[in-house]
T-cell receptor
Framework: AQSVTQLGSHVSVSEGALVLLRCNYS??????LFWYVQYPNQGLQLLLK??????LVKGINGFEAEFKKSETSFHLTKPSAHMSDAAEYFC????????????FGTGTRLTIIP | DTGVSQDPRHKITKRGQNVTFRCDPI?????LYWYRQTLGQGPEFLTY????????KSRLLSDRFSAERPKGSFSTLEIQRTEQGDSAMYLC????????????????FGEGSRLTVL
C-alpha cells in the first residue's frame, strides 16, 4: 500500500521568496516519486520525477526536489518564486516504474504575493 | 502537437441519468488511464488500459461504471444511474509503455470532464 501526505493545502509566498512544498510518502517498496502541477483550466503536467540514482532532481521552471529515504520525504523547492508559479501542486508515488498507477496527495495550492 | 482530449468538458445531469465521457489519447500512446478528482482531493486511480485490454480496475469503480477502449485508441467511461456522489472531475491520461521509445514515466493528462449531478 502507498500513500502521500502533503502538508499545507494552501501556501502563500512573496514574489522572489523561496518556495517549499512538503511531501511525505509511505511505500512498502522502493518508491518512484513525482510532482505534477495544475494551472487553472489546464490538465496536470509533470514537473519532475525521481526513479533511481541522484536523489536531487531538477525539473521544469526552476523547480527541484530531493528524495530523502530516511525521512520518507520528497519536498519541492524553488529558490525564487515567480507570479507564474501560482498553481496547484500534487505529489504522487508509484511502486512500479512502467505502470503509472499513481497515488496522489491532496494537493497544495500555491499563491504568489506581489 | 495534439495532446489528450476529453469530451464533454462539462456535463450537468439529473440523478439517475446515464452519462458517457470520451477520451482521445495521444496517438502513439498505448496506455490509457482514468482518474477521478473531487474537490479538495488529489486524483484517484480508477482504471487503465493497455491497448484494448483493461488491465486493472480500482475498487472505486462500482458496477455502475464501465470503461471501454474497443480499438485501442479512444476510450469511453460510462456512469449509469448517476448519484450525487459521482459529481467530480474525470481525468484521462495516456502514456507509452516502458518498452516504447521515448518513455519517461510521465502521464499526459487531458483537461478533464467535470460532472455535476443534481
Amino acid at each position: 500500500a502507498q500513500s502521500v501526505t502533503q502538508l499545507g493545502s494552501h501556501v502563500s509566498v512573496s514574489e522572489g521568496a523561496l518556495v517549499l512544498l512538503r511531501c511525505n510518502y509511505s511505500s512498502s517498496v522502493p518508491p518512484y516519486l513525482f510532482w505534477y502541477v495544475q494551472y487553472p483550466n489546464q490538465g496536470l503536467q509533470l514537473l519532475l520525477k525521481y526513479t533511481t540514482g541522484a536523489t536531487l532532481v531538477k525539473g521544469i521552471n526552476g523547480f527541484e526536489a530531493e528524495f530523502k529515504k530516511s525521512e520518507t520525504s520528497f519536498h519541492l523547492t524553488k529558490p525564487s518564486a515567480h507570479m507564474s508559479d501560482a498553481a496547484e501542486y500534487f505529489c504522487a508515488v508509484s511502486s512500479n516504474f512502467g505502470n503509472e498507477k499513481l497515488t496522489f496527495g491532496t494537493g497544495t495550492r500555491l499563491t504568489i504575493i506581489p | 502537437d495534439t495532446g489528450v482530449s476529453q469530451d464533454p468538458r462539462h456535463k450537468i445531469t439529473k440523478r439517475g441519468q446515464n452519462v458517457t465521457f470520451r477520451c482521445d489519447p495521444i496517438s502513439e500512446h498505448n496506455r490509457l488511464y482514468w482518474y477521478r478528482q473531487t474537490l479538495g482531493q488529489g486524483p484517484e486511480f480508477l482504471t487503465y488500459f493497455q491497448n484494448e485490454a483493461q488491465l486493472e480496475k480500482s475498487r472505486l469503480l462500482s458496477d455502475r461504471f464501465s470503461a471501454e477502449r474497443p480499438k485501442g485508441s479512444f476510450s469511453t467511461l460510462e456512469i449509469q444511474r448517476t448519484e450525487q456522489g459521482d459529481s467530480a472531475m474525470y481525468l484521462c491520461a495516456s502514456s507509452p509503455t516502458r518498452r516504447a521509445g521515448g518513455y519517461t514515466g510521465e502521464l499526459f493528462f487531458g483537461e478533464g470532464s467535470r460532472l455535476t449531478v443534481l
